[in-house]
């Protein structure tokens, strides 16, 4: 028997159901562990999490199945779980999701609410032998709040992963986390978690073309989209039981050639999802249309509609959020998916009204009107223009504009009184509007995301049609003698 064995990790992270890559990915895991097998290598492939993005048709209409069925199909062994299989799907989706999985889910720090126990498609670490070779390979997950709305129990990973670490490295030979924590979070755990080998990243997209060495720890992540496969080459010294060799790279998944069954199973996914998605939902007899720098009937409907589910005084929504027009006639929950792709929520928070008015003061400004944004679930490009509903706004347009009036219903604003405004969750992750975080009584309406809330209120006739009427008025600032013009929603 030789001195050595060597063992290859296959990873991937951050798909988003990006699924006409997965064909080559497919090609990529299967040339390379035939290659490797018949050396007598040992080879396990994961995944990373945020597989699923319920922004495409196929995801969206199998609640995550027909990414399950992808992962099968190209051999995956074992997969932990990203935010977006966590919390975008109920938990009765997500409960359902991984019936038919061919692997194993590894996830450490979440619970099931019902039990305080692992739910019942996962388990919080596994053992996996080659021979004597024993490994473990433990899964955390980020821990956003939303779980605790959704039925879930999640747990920071730092003490679990200790505790994990401290029971298993005695009886293995090699410790691997599969951490959908993000770059950040995992170099603190390498420095701060004795006995971790290997930890294979996600969530932040990041792409290390070699990996990082933290410590006594390599840290691997793929970047996003499946636009490459990371590969981790393990040499296990068996004399000296320990690590002799440990390195990274990445494939480039388009140097492939895409594998030709599962291009044909996801064709046939498409078209199933497409056919089921087309249902009719409601009847619309204006067009609502898209524009991301000033006030629309569809922003202001989007407003509205978030008012009316959270039951708040004032509506408030980014423009940016809309990515394409509905037409009138006929309207689909596929067109809602693909105007609204984005896997976020409503949410309600109680603000004074000086915090209000600080918000649309800030909102209005061109720098972030036009603010490139990222993350928290935006699937758009802009901020956009803050729509909202239950507000008259008067304001000078400038270089930098500035709120001369507002009426709450009707009423003057009152700085010291307290109002509800109901908004996007996303709102509350990404910090853009600091005054919004200062409120009270913050309320996640969950699981249901915007165009879920959309579908339910566009039959509200009455809703649609205010949504018409302007909100946003453009005042002459002082001295320029221009006599006042109302926005663009006068005309509507």
């Not at 126990?117 to 388990?123: I, Q």
């Not at 956003?144 to 999640?154: H, K, L, P």
């Amino acid at each position: 028997m030789a001195d050595t064995c060597t063992l290859h990790l296959l990873h991937t992270n951050d798909l988003h159901s990006h699924f006409e890559k997965m064909p080559q990915i497919a090609t990529c895991l299967k040339t390379r562990r035939e290659q490797w097998e018949s050396q007598q290598e040992h080879v396990l492939t994961v995944d990373i999490g945020d597989h699923m993005d319920r922004m495409d048709v196929r995801s969206e209409a199998s609640f995550g199945k027909t990414n399950v069925s992808v992962l099968n199909r190209c051999g995956y062994q074992y997969a932990t779980i990203g935010n977006n299989e966590g919390i975008t799907l109920p938990k009765s989706k997500l409960d359902s999701m991984y019936e038919q999985a061919g692997f194993t889910v590894i996830v450490g720090n979440l619970l099931d609410r019902a039990t305080m126990a692992p739910p019942a498609w996962a388990v919080p670490y596994a053992i996996h032998t080659f021979g004597e070779l024993r490994i473990a390979l433990l899964g955390m997950t980020i821990p956003f709040s939303s779980y605790q709305n959704m039925g879930w129990e999640i747990r920071e990973p730092l003490p679990v992963l200790r505790e994990q670490v401290a029971a298993l490295r005695s009886s293995v030979d090699i410790v691997i986390l599969l951490s959908h924590l993000g770059y950040p979070t995992d170099c603190r755990l390498a420095q701060e978690v004795e006995g971790l080998d290997v930890i294979l990243g996600g969530h932040t997209h990041h792409t290390l073309p070699h990996g990082e060495r933290v410590g006594n720890t390599l840290i691997a992540q793929t970047g996003r989209f499946g636009e490459h496969v990371g590969h981790i080459r393990l040499v296990w010294d068996r004399a000296a039981k320990q690590i002799a060799d440990v390195s990274a790279e990445l494939f480039e998944t388009g140097q492939y050639e895409p594998d030709q069954r599962l291009l044909a199973f996801l064709q046939k996914e498409h078209e199933w999802a497409h056919a089921s998605l087309i249902r009719p939902i409601a009847r619309l007899e204006r067009d609502l249309c898209v524009n991301w720098t000033e006030e629309t009937p569809f922003g202001s409907f989007l407003a509205a509609s978030i008012r009316k589910w959270t039951g708040a005084e004032v509506g408030i929504a980014n423009g940016g959020l809309l990515l394409s027009d509905l037409q009138r006639g006929s309207l689909t929950f596929a067109q809602l998916l693909k105007s609204v792709p984005h896997p976020i929520n409503a949410c309600a928070v109680t603000l004074t009204g000086s915090q209000l008015a600080a918000v649309l003061e800030q909102a209005i400004q061109p720098q972030i009107v036009h603010r490139e944004l990222r993350g928290c679930g935006f699937r758009g490009k802009i901020e956009g223009w803050m729509a909202v509903d239950g507000l008259r706004i008067r304001y000078e347009d400038s270089e930098e504009p500035h709120i001369v009036a507002i009426e709450v219903n009707g009423q003057p604003l009152a700085r010291e009184r307290e109002y509800r405004v109901g908004t996007v969750d996303m709102f509350m992750y990404n910090r853009l509007f600091p005054d919004l975080l200062q409120g009270r009584e913050i309320e996640y309406f969950l699981p249901e995301m915007l165009r879920e809330v959309i579908a339910s209120t566009i039959t509200d006739t009455a809703l649609v049609q205010n949504a018409f009427l302007p909100r946003w008025e453009k005042v002459p600032s002082p001295g320029s003698g221009h006599a006042i013009e109302r926005s663009k929603g006068d005309e509507r």
